[in-house]
């Protein structure tokens, strides 16, 4: 049962690690601060998207369908990572492992199913 006392030498690296993220965070805010232009003007300040002029205020509603949208996809695309870790041990797990990625999938099918008889997927209405 060694393994799972810890001592806080165990977590020196990851204070390291940590320490060096934060760091190279501070020297690069740093260095643009120093090395950026100190010009302002009308044009310099001005958004710039692709190259377009802007047209309209930045605070038009936009239509719940694209937010829909994207979470669902975020919400599926996140289920793809949960078969890598079945993908390497699928051996090792067997019959029970295949059973609960056959539960998982269901769950998730489910899903799937409910919202499209929801429309939340149809951009005509």
């Known amino acids: 049962m060694h393994f799972l006392l810890s001592v806080p030498s165990d977590f020196l690296p990851v204070a390291i690690l940590f320490m060096m993220a934060a760091g190279f965070v501070v020297l690069t805010m740093g260095i643009t601060h120093f090395l950026g232009t100190k010009r302002h003007s009308k044009a310099h300040n001005d958004s710039f998207e692709c190259g377009l002029p802007v047209v309209d205020d930045a605070r038009r509603p936009v239509s719940i369908k694209y937010f829909l949208t994207a979470i669902l996809f975020v919400l599926f695309d996140v ?13 090792y797990l067997g019959w029970e492992g295949f059973a609960a990625v056959l539960l998982f999938i269901a769950f998730f099918l489910c899903g799937y199913f409910y919202i499209v008889k929801k429309g939340a997927l149809d951009w005509e209405s």
Do not use: L, Q
Request: net charge neutral; proline share 8%; aromatic share 38%.
């Open 79 to 91: 289920e793809v990572i949960f078969f890598y870790p079945y993908a390497v041990n699928f051996k």
